[in-house]
């Protein structure tokens, strides 16, 4: 089992939709980010949080340290919003990051 | 917002000759850059840990030989890939912490490196 789990693997939503992913990991962990990465590869950092909750703009991410749990959220989704969405975990006193295999999302218009 | 910039955004180029892949700090002093690797359809995966001034840790399975990093100044980590082969092609992100704060990481866009 991968150390950090994200779901779904593949998302398809319509546009406004409210759209979560998830990632679960089983490490302990000093942050964790979310990244988006669109095709072509270029990677965005959405978020870094270490407890509770952070907004910005449509976007909404969540963290629970003690279930081991994240959630990033997408109010009233749109087609740009279509790229792979990556959790990354920063292991405890390292510098090291563990990342999910991502969750592909598609907004369709 | 802190900004991590990487040169080239993508390379092409031909097998055996070398590629130098530049990871800058734009506002900040980043003590300690990463270097990652990202085949298609897979998880990025930590290559090396770059500190200024000294030599970098590779991570095992890494050849530092082939992979070399330098990370000259507070802004700048240089990643060379040498005598490139075919299965070097991949995509290589570098992330850089501040100073002062050792949890906060910024990610470079990334390179998209080709070997024909």
């Known amino acids: 089992k991968n150390e950090v789990e994200q779901s779904p693997q593949n998302l398809t939503a319509q546009e406004g939709e409210f759209i979560t992913i998830n990632c679960s990991y089983s490490?302990?962990?000093?942050?964790l980010h979310w990244l988006q990465q669109h095709p072509g590869g270029g990677i965005v950092s959405l978020f870094m949080?270490?407890?509770g909750k952070k907004k910005h703009g449509r976007l909404i991410a969540t963290i629970n340290i003690q279930e081991k749990h994240s959630s990033l959220h997408i109010t009233a989704s749109h087609p740009r919003d279509s790229a792979v969405y990556i959790c990354?975990?920063?292991?405890?006193?390292?510098?090291?990051?563990?990342f999910g295999t991502g969750t592909r999302l598609k907004v369709l218009a | 917002g802190a900004v991590v910039s990487q040169h080239p955004s993508w390379v092409i180029c031909k097998s055996g000759t070398s590629v130098k892949i530049e990871c800058r700090s734009l506002?900040?002093?980043?003590?300690?850059m990463f270097w990652y690797r990202q085949f298609p359809k897979q998880s990025l995966m930590l290559m090396a840990t770059?500190?200024?001034?000294?030599?970098?840790?590779?991570e095992q399975g890494v050849e530092k030989d082939k992979f070399l990093i330098n990370h000259a100044s507070l802004t700048l980590s240089t990643l060379t890939v040498t005598s490139a082969h075919p299965e070097d092609s991949s995509f290589y992100i570098c992330?850089?912490?501040?100073?002062?704060?050792?949890?906060?990481?910024?990610f470079g866009p990334g390179t998209r490196l080709t070997v024909l």
């Open positions: 770059s500190n200024e001034g000294s030599k970098a840790t590779y």
């Open positions: 992330s850089a912490g501040l100073v002062r704060n050792t949890d906060t990481q910024y």
């Open positions: 949080l270490s407890s």
């Open positions: 506002d900040f002093q980043a003590t300690t």
């Open positions: 990354a975990v920063r292991l405890s006193g390292t510098y090291k990051y563990i």
């Open positions: 490490v302990g962990i000093s942050a």
